[in-house]
């Protein structure tokens, strides 16, 4: 989980909240601020999502189309349920240089969160197996 933080995840999202915040200039800063989540949220956001889960899987040997068809959608549901409104925030009222660091802060959470969906479903669901172990 630290080598897909450090190695692929920082430096894709400092490069994309530059993109962002270069990119995305309106002269209404609120319709701004809502078009930069609406970008972050319908293309980074997936797109990151993807890559976690896929990387995750390949990483522990196990099938990395089975592991996104079990759990990509529903990831990607509470993702939208989270993070919009992290993103508001951290656009409006955090400067560039530190939005990732706001992102990493959440993301604590939201990491046990994705780990507790990896490993869930990578648990055997045969009678006496790990699932019937832990509840």
Not at 8 to 30: C, D, E, G, H, M
Not at 43 to 67: D, H, N, Q, R, Y
């Amino acid at each position: 989980m630290a080598f897909y933080g450090g190695a692929i995840w920082r430096p894709a999202a400092s490069r994309w909240f530059k993109f962002l915040q270069t990119r995305i200039v309106l002269q209404n800063k609120n319709v701004e601020m809502v078009a930069r989540v609406t970008i972050d949220q319908t293309l980074f956001a997936p797109t990151s999502l993807f890559v976690f889960l896929s990387s995750m899987s390949i990483m522990e040997g196990s099938s990395a189309s089975e592991k996104l068809e079990k759990s990509y959608t529903m990831a990607l549901k509470r993702n939208w349920i989270v993070w919009p409104f992290v993103q508001l925030i951290n656009f409006r009222f955090v400067p560039l240089d530190h939005r990732v660091i706001v992102v990493q802060v959440v993301s604590l959470g939201w990491n046990c969160y994705l780990s507790f969906i990896n490993s869930s479903i990578a648990l055997p669901s045969s009678p006496g197996g790990v699932r019937d172990c832990i509840g």
